[in-house]
């Protein structure tokens, strides 16, 4: 029965049992509700599973900021595209701006992407070497193991390092 009150949109918070899921049906940054509360900084932080860089959480976004509320979002994240036959990226941030309807002042959008310049720590690389499609292994695997782990964990830190530096 509860699968059913899901399934028809009738399950809501009093119910004894409740499905919480953390939105990747849907919008998978997690931006799309903070855009419509109009916030005037956001901060994206992705590592899906993007390997030739196609970017299609952000540019779902878009889209569906651009339908729903009428959200003008631009962004340039060509120096995160890897160059050429390059897989290499020459960043792996990039800000933008958020246009909402009858605001003056635009709005600023961070998008942090999980992705490789070369520049990154021996351990990083040595860790790439040796898994080709790190940092853009399936999320499929839930069970990382240690170098795995520590792998993304740093990759995470130089990003974040460079992003807010």
């Known amino acids: 029965p509860y699968l059913l009150r899901e399934l028809f949109g009738m399950a809501d918070e009093k ?5 919480v899921s953390d939105g990747g049906h849907f919008e998978n940054l997690g ?3 903070l855009i419509r509360r109009r916030c005037g900084v956001i901060i994206i932080s992705y590592a ?8 299609e959480g952000l540019a779902q976004l878009i889209r569906m900021c651009r339908v729903d509320f009428d959200v003008d979002i631009d962004i340039d994240v060509s120096a995160i595209r890897g160059t050429g036959d390059s897989s290499w990226s020459a ?3 990039a800000v933008g ?4 309807p ?4 635009k709005a600023t959008l961070i998008y942090i992407k999980a992705a490789m310049t070369g520049r990154e720590s021996e ?11 790190f940092p853009h292994e399936s999320t499929g695997n839930q069970f ?15 990003i974040a390092e460079q992003a807010f530096r």
Do not use: W
């Not at 009858?102 to 002042?105: L, R, T």
């Not at 351990?123 to 499609?133: D, E, G, M, N, S």
């Not at 990382?144 to 130089?158: I, T, V």
């Open 15 to 19: 119910l004894p049992f409740l499905n």
């Open 31 to 33: 931006a799309y509700e």
């Open 48 to 55: 899906e599973c993007d390997p030739d860089l196609k970017f």
């Open 91 to 93: 960043n792996r941030c």
């Open 97 to 100: 701006t958020i246009k909402y």
């Open 102 to 105: 009858d605001v003056k002042d």
């Open 123 to 133: 351990a990083i690389l040595q860790y790439k070497a040796t898994h080709p499609a």
């Open 144 to 158: 990382y193991g240690e170098a795995q782990f520590e792998s993304y964990r740093h990759l995470g830190r130089e």
